[in-house]
């Protein structure tokens, strides 16, 4: 069966779910526009969860893929918290800010029953996952909805992982990808594989569809992955200009600039490794130096930074999340975006 049918789209090309940039308007739209639309969880709470999903809903008859994050959430670690503090503390005073007054999240939740019992009535028809996969109770909880499950893999051990433990789809996420890295068996980025060489190492390998994600920002770049055999797309931050999606004023004004050249994996902003363009605190700290508390609880002590910064239109603290490619995103509706790398496939 062709990646199309499983997933009921017109041309196989996945909309990347986007925590923090986008709800359910630039789904809608891709979907539209026929591609698969996503609603990322991540940063939702249950209720926004579920009206994301109905105002989907109530917009289009497309398919809808839900995304989660299925990551462990950690113990927090006060001496690990506490030298994090210290390091951003003359950060803190140059913006006159208080650590003592510091609130807890950004959290960023993983799938839990409970968020499937939300879901029990009205499942959608497709439902991804980053960071592996959840629990086998969990996975056939989902699949027992007749849902298609995606994953996201890093490297081939991952695909392999993932292949054999339940995912239908493999989504080959290369070195380029915007966002977070989805590793799961391994932390070392050291290792981590170019979109080039995992797909072409994967595709036709598993005995499931394969779809490229990283630098995909361009039709060009669609008929490359297709070349190397992947399936379809899954394409981030191509979207992240787009009228439909919520990136923020610093974001959007960074994504067109020059600077938008330069990202790099880090992980200051949460804990885990994610690609975003190079900022002020990635350049002075360091993209992966100090020893920030385990995902997501890094979060926390940067957010009061950000939103202070961010007031000033200042993305000196913001993480900014996009793709090696991301340059080449441009300002215009999702629908051309869409169109323009349907055209390849
Ligand atoms: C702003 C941003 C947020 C992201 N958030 C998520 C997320 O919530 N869930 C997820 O599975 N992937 C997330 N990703 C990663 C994408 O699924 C995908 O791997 C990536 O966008 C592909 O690379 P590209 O951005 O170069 O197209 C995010 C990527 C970006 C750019």
Known sequence: MTIERLL??????????????????????????GGLGSVPSALMSPDQLVEEIAAFRRATSAPLNVNFFCHVPPEPDAAREAAWRASLEPYYRELGLDQSAIPDGPGRAPFTHDLADLLDGDPPPVVSFHFGLPAADLVARVKGWGAVVLASATTVEEGQWLAENGADVVIAQGWEAGGHRGMFLTTDVGTQVGTFA???????????????????????GV?????????????????????????SPVHRATLASAAAGTTAVTHLFTGRPARGIVNRIMREIGATGAEPPAFPLAGAAIAPLRTAAESHGSSDFSPMWAGQNAIAAREASAAEITEELRSAL
Not at 8 to 33: K, T, W
Not at 223 to 237: K, N
């Open 198 to 220: 995992l797909v072409e190492r994967l595709a036709g390998s598993l005995g499931v569809p394969v779809v490229a994600a990283g630098g995909i920002a361009t039709a060009t």
């Open 8 to 33: 009921g789209i017109q041309s196989p090309l996945i909309q990347a779910p986007m925590a923090g940039s986008q709800d359910s308007r630039l789904a809608i739209a891709v979907a539209e526009a």
């Open 223 to 247: 008929r490359a992955a297709r070349t190397l055999g992947a399936a379809g797309v899954q394409v981030g931050t191509a979207f992240l200009r787009s009228s439909e999606a919520t990136t």
